[in-house]
């Protein structure tokens, strides 16, 4: 596998790629700030006809160790043996995020399928569902990973890319298919719960309503003090750590919007009625321990052949870490080790299994790393 | 450009003023910028642990306020019980109890806190009661314990003390927890009904004896009826005497079968009849019952096979008296619903090992038949297949259920399979231990030669009998004297002991219930004494009472066997000729009918 970044900052640099390979694809982490998008993937895919754009917008790209903004983090990569397929549903076209990730998933073709990359409009979608639904729509076992678009910590709009252009309210979809692709997945949180358990007495879907018969907008705003004001991205400091049953391991949910009016909080995934839920913290020890312990679990052997890991980071760690953002992505790679070059971004949620063991569902908070390799 | 105002502070602090490089400016930014969000971190976690705690003061005092009404219900509901609820420590000082204490033991619930739990209280006696669940001793408390007070008002109560033991978090024993419920209503109805019970069963008990007893003294005159009209018969009566003669008979012998019936039945449904275990000969048994049947089989003109598996063991231990009873109902039965073709008695060894073997019984017929949809009303009591059987072919509609019930004795049951107007197949099964004793008798075709054709003679034999009644008596000289034997007669056992001192015999006939000395003990003497010149003669037992003693009380006594009454002239005399033809002068053999 060959592979090529390069930090793009103006539209100009298009001109001056100077990749020493002819890419196969081209994976575009996009700053939300960057407006001159819509004409670089343009020019891209006229310097590039036969190459494949996947990208989407960001809440902050990264780029080896770099934590960036205002850029498009580019990487061009070319596959030894490995084929590969895109496929950009709209969300629209569909009767709900299920029904689209179940679609998404028929457009493949399952022989040899090994590996799916997502990355999915981060505001329209019920990413739970989204994933759900990719998992149910088969009838192979491929790994699935991937992401929902940020935008900052805005959450007005968000976009996917693909070589036809950038476009809201859709999914891309990246399939890989080959006997020689060796594939590497790994996803860590380190925030923790506290205070009291409260059960979820009205919901529906991924809306949120009451908590123990009290509206859940109103706890958010108590517990938020002046911070409130920044709603929905200060939620993002409070995700909840949600449980349906005694025993089993909890999910993270955070906020992607909130309705004033309906006192409600849209999450990224479902929160159903009886599930208990509870307030969760971070520091910025624990987040970077957890970034480790995700790079160590998602590491490929090294036989010193190159290697492409993404980093799909939580916006709400961005939020916590600030200034020492980088120190997670700079712990991540010193697991991954000098062999892998990686991208990625901050997002609205990452998409992967919880273990080898587990089909992949949606998480918040998490680092949430994929390695590939050939 | 305005910093934090501790930034500020310590800019001014070290004397560095504004005119700054521009990659001091970006330190300066960025150290800023730290300072404001470590500040708004700050306010931020302060926020939450604010809240939180308010929070948790809250559930906290909810909490509470919720113990206080469940510990205000739960005091209201212990109150107002009726029986006692405690807890005491492990030394049994009471550490908790409800106010139904102190109306059971006349002591406040404040004076007892604290005390022994037997303090309050005091025996039947007036005595203080003292540690009855032994806990000073050491004693663990299981259940609890059933005891007598005196109340403080002076009443004999009963009262029902339940406890357990209560355990802390670490597995030690803290205490004990439990109630005391005043149960002396329930305790005198339990005696009441014990009372009551007790009459019932004498009563019960009463009626039994009543039955057995009735059935018993009902049979002797029987037994004189039965006689006489076979003496009647035997005596050459006119051609229209013959015809009254034999209804006389049948119905004498149906009234003493029923009688029979009665009291086997009573005595299995008493629970008194105990199966015996003892070795004896299967095929020995079998034939007989085929020469006992032999005559009526004869007078039916119909067939009697016997198929008898030559792989069955000579010796197998059970109860000879009841499986003869079995099938000598199933017989008789068979024989009594079949006017042409045969009786087959079937004896076939399933499985055998060492010790043990299993049996299948059957006896067949081509008689009348069951209709199948009465086949499962033919083993209650007095039911018949058809009520118009009985009226034509007698019979008390007890002897299955009699066989059933003696079979369920023995572990098994009765099975019938019945086609109507074809025949009926009744079958059941044994398991019997095998004895591998070798037989002392001579073989059963020796003792039984089956000449029943050929009139076998007594003449000459020396026969004692010994009977009280009158008319037994006259019956059986009549018999005696009929069949040239030279016979002596004893009024009771006494008189029988004396002549058994003088005179040599070749056989004691011993009625058993007699006056002044009875049959066994007769029997007994007669065998032991130094003066005696009967000792190893055959002694067969007279008695009407089949199934009143055992093989035990027989051979106790010294007995050869039973003969019962009353006599079939024919089987009689078959019987006799059979004992005094033996080549062994005793077999300690099973009964005969």
Redesign the interface.
């Given at each position: 596998m060959d592979i090529f970044q390069f930090k793009v900052t103006q539209l100009a640099d298009v001109e001056h790629l100077e990749i020493p390979f002819e890419p196969n694809i081209f994976f575009l982490f996009v700053s939300p700030g960057f407006s001159a998008i819509d004409a670089f993937v343009e020019q891209l895919a006229l310097t590039y006809p036969d190459t494949e754009i996947v990208g989407c917008s960001t809440s902050g790209e990264i780029l080896g160790d770099q934590v960036l903004d205002d850029c498009v983090a580019l990487t061009a990569i070319r596959f030894q043996s490995t084929t590969k397929r895109v496929k950009d549903p709209a969300l629209e076209q569909h009767t709900d995020s299920h029904a689209a990730g179940v679609a998404l998933r028929k457009e493949f073709d399952e022989k040899g399928l090994r590996h799916i990359m997502v990355f999915s409009d981060g505001l329209h979608v019920n990413g739970a569902a989204l994933v759900k639904g990719l998992n149910e729509g088969g009838t192979s076992n491929p790994s699935i990973t991937g992401g929902l678009a940020g935008d900052g910590s805005d959450f007005k709009r968000t976009f996917t890319i693909t070589k036809e252009g950038v476009s809201t309210g859709k999914i891309v979809a990246l399939g890989l298919y080959g006997e020689q692709l060796q594939i590497g997945y790994g996803s860590k949180g380190g925030w923790d719960s506290?205070?009291?358990e409260r059960l979820v007495t009205k919901s529906k879907d991924n809306v949120l309503y009451e908590l123990d018969g009290c509206p859940a907008l109103e706890l958010y705003k108590?517990?938020?003090?002046?911070?409130a004001k920044e709603l929905p991205s200060s939620g993002l400091?409070f995700p909840l750590s949600l449980r349906n049953e005694k025993g089993q391991a909890p999910v993270v949910r955070t906020i992607l919007s909130v309705d004033e009016e309906e006192q409600s909080l849209t999450f990224a995934g479902d929160v159903p009625e009886g599930a208990y839920v509870r307030l969760m913290?971070a520091n910025v020890d624990r987040l970077i321990n957890g970034a480790e312990q995700s790079a160590r679990i998602g590491t490929l052997e090294d036989d010193g052949k190159d290697k492409l890991a993404f980093l799909i980071s939580c916006v709400g760690r961005r939020l916590v870490l600030?200034?020492l953002v980088e120190e997670e992505v700079e712990a991540v790679n010193g697991v991954l080790g000098e062999t892998t070059y990686s991208t990625g971004f901050y997002s609205y949620g990452e998409i992967a299994p919880f273990d080898k063991f587990s089909p992949c569902s949606l998480h918040n908070q998490t680092m949430t790393i994929t390695t590939l390799s050939e | 450009m305005k910093y934090h105002r501790l930034l500020a502070r310590q800019l001014k602090k070290t004397g560095l003023v504004d005119d700054f490089d521009p990659k001091m400016l970006g330190l300066l930014e960025f150290v800023n910028r730290a300072y404001a969000e470590f500040d708004s971190d700050m306010e931020h976690m302060e926020n939450t642990l604010e809240k939180s705690s308010q929070e948790l003061f809250e559930a906290n005092q909810q909490l509470q306020s919720n113990v206080e009404t469940v510990s205000r219900r739960l005091d209201k509901v212990a109150e107002n019980i009726r029986d006692v609820i405690f807890e005491m420590d492990s030394t049994g000082q009471w550490t908790y109890l409800n106010t139904a204490w102190q109306n059971l033991s006349g002591c406040t619930v404040e004076q007892s806190l604290g005390m022994p739990y037997h303090t309050c209280l005091k025996a039947q006696t007036g005595e203080p009661i003292g540690d009855f669940l032994g806990l000073n001793k050491g004693l663990e408390p299981l259940h609890g314990k059933k005891f007598e007070i005196t109340s403080h008002k002076g009443e004999h109560k009963w009262l029902d003390m339940s406890i357990k033991p209560l355990y802390a978090s670490t597995g030690k024993k803290e205490g004990y927890t439990g109630t005391i419920v005043d149960i002396t209503q329930l305790k005198n109805t339990e005696f009441a009904l014990i009372a009551a019970s007790e009459l019932a069963n004498k009563a019960s008990k009463a009626k039994d004896d009543f039955l057995s007893t009735m059935s018993h003294e009902i049979r002797t005159p029987l037994n004189a009826v039965i006689g006489i009209t076979n003496l009647l018969l035997i005596e050459n009566p006119k051609i229209e005497q013959l015809e009254n003669l034999s209804a006389l008979k049948d119905s004498s012998s149906h009234l003493l079968e029923l009688v029979n019936d009665i009291l086997d039945f009573n005595k299995i449904a008493s629970g008194s009849l105990v199966i015996e275990k003892r070795s004896f000969d299967l095929k020995d048994t079998v034939l007989r019952l085929q020469n006992i049947f032999s005559q009526r089989v004869k007078e039916r003109g119909i067939n009697f096979n016997l198929e008898i598996d030559d792989k069955l063991p000579q010796l197998v231990v059970g109860d000879s008296t009841r499986i003869s009873q079995i099938l000598t109902n199933l017989i008789g039965n068979a024989i009594k619903f079949t006017e042409i073709g045969a009786v087959s008695v079937c004896i076939s060894v399933k499985q055998q090992t060492k010790t043990q073997c299993s049996l299948d019984f059957a006896v067949k017929d081509t008689g009348i038949g069951i209709r199948k949809d009465r086949l499962k009303d033919i083993f209650k009591t007095f039911e018949q297949a058809d009520p118009n059987v009985t009226r034509k072919y007698g019979g008390s509609g007890l002897g299955l259920a009699i066989c059933r019930r003696l079979l369920e004795l023995m572990d098994s049951d009765l099975y019938v399979d019945s086609t109507l107007g074809v025949g009926s197949v009744f079958s059941f099964s044994l398991n019997l231990a095998k004895d591998s004793m070798k037989p002392i008798l001579a073989t059963s075709s020796e003792i039984h030669p089956n000449k029943a054709e050929v009139k076998q003679s007594l003449k000459g034999k020396r026969i004692l009998v010994a009977e009280d009644n009158k008319v037994n008596t006259m019956v059986i000289k009549k018999f005696l004297t009929k069949w040239e034997a030279n016979f002596d007669l004893a009024e009771n056992g006494r008189i029988a002991i004396q002549r058994a001192e003088k005179v040599r015999y070749d056989l004691i006939l011993m009625d058993l219930q007699m006056p002044e000395v009875d049959g066994f003990q007769a029997t007994k003497v007669i065998r032991e004494s130094n003066k005696s010149l009967n000792r190893n003669i055959p002694i067969y037992a007279l008695s009407a009472s089949t199934g009143m003693y055992s093989q035990k009380d027989m051979n106790t006594s010294g007995m050869d066997g039973l003969i019962t009454k009353p006599f079939n002239p024919e089987e009689l005399r078959q019987t006799l000729f059979n004992i005094l033809n033996r080549d062994t002068p005793r077999d300690g053999l099973g009964q005969t009918a």
């Amino acid at each position: 596998m060959d592979i090529f970044q390069f930090k793009v900052t103006q539209l100009a640099d298009v001109e001056h790629l100077e990749i020493p390979f002819e890419p196969n694809i081209f994976f575009l982490f996009v700053s939300p700030g960057f407006s001159a998008i819509d004409a670089f993937v343009e020019q891209l895919a006229l310097t590039y006809p036969d190459t494949e754009i996947v990208g989407c917008s960001t809440s902050g790209e990264i780029l080896g160790d770099q934590v960036l903004d205002d850029c498009v983090a580019l990487t061009a990569i070319r596959f030894q043996s490995t084929t590969k397929r895109v496929k950009d549903p709209a969300l629209e076209q569909h009767t709900d995020s299920h029904a689209a990730g179940v679609a998404l998933r028929k457009e493949f073709d399952e022989k040899g399928l090994r590996h799916i990359m997502v990355f999915s409009d981060g505001l329209h979608v019920n990413g739970a569902a989204l994933v759900k639904g990719l998992n149910e729509g088969g009838t192979s076992n491929p790994s699935i990973t991937g992401g929902l678009a940020g935008d900052g910590s805005d959450f007005k709009r968000t976009f996917t890319i693909t070589k036809e252009g950038v476009s809201t309210g859709k999914i891309v979809a990246l399939g890989l298919y080959g006997e020689q692709l060796q594939i590497g997945y790994g996803s860590k949180g380190g925030w923790d719960s506290f205070g009291m358990e409260r059960l979820v007495t009205k919901s529906k879907d991924n809306v949120l309503y009451e908590l123990d018969g009290c509206p859940a907008l109103e706890l958010y705003k108590r517990f938020l003090g002046d911070k409130a004001k920044e709603l929905p991205s200060s939620g993002l400091l409070f995700p909840l750590s949600l449980r349906n049953e005694k025993g089993q391991a909890p999910v993270v949910r955070t906020i992607l919007s909130v309705d004033e009016e309906e006192q409600s909080l849209t999450f990224a995934g479902d929160v159903p009625e009886g599930a208990y839920v509870r307030l969760m913290k971070a520091n910025v020890d624990r987040l970077i321990n957890g970034a480790e312990q995700s790079a160590r679990i998602g590491t490929l052997e090294d036989d010193g052949k190159d290697k492409l890991a993404f980093l799909i980071s939580c916006v709400g760690r961005r939020l916590v870490l600030k200034q020492l953002v980088e120190e997670e992505v700079e712990a991540v790679n010193g697991v991954l080790g000098e062999t892998t070059y990686s991208t990625g971004f901050y997002s609205y949620g990452e998409i992967a299994p919880f273990d080898k063991f587990s089909p992949c569902s949606l998480h918040n908070q998490t680092m949430t790393i994929t390695t590939l390799s050939e | 450009m305005k910093y934090h105002r501790l930034l500020a502070r310590q800019l001014k602090k070290t004397g560095l003023v504004d005119d700054f490089d521009p990659k001091m400016l970006g330190l300066l930014e960025f150290v800023n910028r730290a300072y404001a969000e470590f500040d708004s971190d700050m306010e931020h976690m302060e926020n939450t642990l604010e809240k939180s705690s308010q929070e948790l003061f809250e559930a906290n005092q909810q909490l509470q306020s919720n113990v206080e009404t469940v510990s205000r219900r739960l005091d209201k509901v212990a109150e107002n019980i009726r029986d006692v609820i405690f807890e005491m420590d492990s030394t049994g000082q009471w550490t908790y109890l409800n106010t139904a204490w102190q109306n059971l033991s006349g002591c406040t619930v404040e004076q007892s806190l604290g005390m022994p739990y037997h303090t309050c209280l005091k025996a039947q006696t007036g005595e203080p009661i003292g540690d009855f669940l032994g806990l000073n001793k050491g004693l663990e408390p299981l259940h609890g314990k059933k005891f007598e007070i005196t109340s403080h008002k002076g009443e004999h109560k009963w009262l029902d003390m339940s406890i357990k033991p209560l355990y802390a978090s670490t597995g030690k024993k803290e205490g004990y927890t439990g109630t005391i419920v005043d149960i002396t209503q329930l305790k005198n109805t339990e005696f009441a009904l014990i009372a009551a019970s007790e009459l019932a069963n004498k009563a019960s008990k009463a009626k039994d004896d009543f039955l057995s007893t009735m059935s018993h003294e009902i049979r002797t005159p029987l037994n004189a009826v039965i006689g006489i009209t076979n003496l009647l018969l035997i005596e050459n009566p006119k051609i229209e005497q013959l015809e009254n003669l034999s209804a006389l008979k049948d119905s004498s012998s149906h009234l003493l079968e029923l009688v029979n019936d009665i009291l086997d039945f009573n005595k299995i449904a008493s629970g008194s009849l105990v199966i015996e275990k003892r070795s004896f000969d299967l095929k020995d048994t079998v034939l007989r019952l085929q020469n006992i049947f032999s005559q009526r089989v004869k007078e039916r003109g119909i067939n009697f096979n016997l198929e008898i598996d030559d792989k069955l063991p000579q010796l197998v231990v059970g109860d000879s008296t009841r499986i003869s009873q079995i099938l000598t109902n199933l017989i008789g039965n068979a024989i009594k619903f079949t006017e042409i073709g045969a009786v087959s008695v079937c004896i076939s060894v399933k499985q055998q090992t060492k010790t043990q073997c299993s049996l299948d019984f059957a006896v067949k017929d081509t008689g009348i038949g069951i209709r199948k949809d009465r086949l499962k009303d033919i083993f209650k009591t007095f039911e018949q297949a058809d009520p118009n059987v009985t009226r034509k072919y007698g019979g008390s509609g007890l002897g299955l259920a009699i066989c059933r019930r003696l079979l369920e004795l023995m572990d098994s049951d009765l099975y019938v399979d019945s086609t109507l107007g074809v025949g009926s197949v009744f079958s059941f099964s044994l398991n019997l231990a095998k004895d591998s004793m070798k037989p002392i008798l001579a073989t059963s075709s020796e003792i039984h030669p089956n000449k029943a054709e050929v009139k076998q003679s007594l003449k000459g034999k020396r026969i004692l009998v010994a009977e009280d009644n009158k008319v037994n008596t006259m019956v059986i000289k009549k018999f005696l004297t009929k069949w040239e034997a030279n016979f002596d007669l004893a009024e009771n056992g006494r008189i029988a002991i004396q002549r058994a001192e003088k005179v040599r015999y070749d056989l004691i006939l011993m009625d058993l219930q007699m006056p002044e000395v009875d049959g066994f003990q007769a029997t007994k003497v007669i065998r032991e004494s130094n003066k005696s010149l009967n000792r190893n003669i055959p002694i067969y037992a007279l008695s009407a009472s089949t199934g009143m003693y055992s093989q035990k009380d027989m051979n106790t006594s010294g007995m050869d066997g039973l003969i019962t009454k009353p006599f079939n002239p024919e089987e009689l005399r078959q019987t006799l000729f059979n004992i005094l033809n033996r080549d062994t002068p005793r077999d300690g053999l099973g009964q005969t009918a």
